[in-house]
């Protein structure tokens, strides 16, 4: 089964991009295939210049990790540029997509998930 969750809210203001992550580890865990989308304010977790405070989840870290076990990041392109965000501070593996893409993984998945406001 391939899971596709598309999330649209900042990290650490809201759990979304947390809730996305474990439906993820869950899946792959499982045996199953994940995919994440970052999609308006949410492509702000993919910046690795990010420094949580002592404590908190480091958010671009766990979706590193999750890279590295076949959980594929994307990120919507023009969110990211719209943002200003830097190409060369994204987690490594994560891909810069679009609504093409989104469509495709849609398409391609036995379920979607899409977490906004």
Do not use: W
Not at 10 to 38: C, Q, S
Not at 49 to 61: C, F, L, S, T, Y
């Amino acid at each position: 089964m391939k899971i596709t969750v598309q999330v649209m809210l900042n990290p650490y203001t809201n759990e979304d991009v947390d809730t996305a992550i474990n439906i993820a580890r869950a899946a792959v865990e499982k045996g199953h295939e994940a995919a994440i989308f970052l999609f308006c304010d949410s492509v702000l977790a993919i910046n690795t210049a990010v420094k949580p405070v002592k404590g908190d989840r480091n958010i671009p870290e766990l979706l590193k990790e999750l890279i590295e076990k076949g959980v594929e990041v994307h990120i919507c392109g023009i969110c990211f540029q719209y943002r200003g965000l830097d190409p060369e501070k994204i987690v490594p593996g994560a891909q810069l997509s679009g609504l093409p893409e989104l469509a495709s993984l849609i398409y391609k998945s036995d379920r979607f998930i899409n977490l906004m406001a």
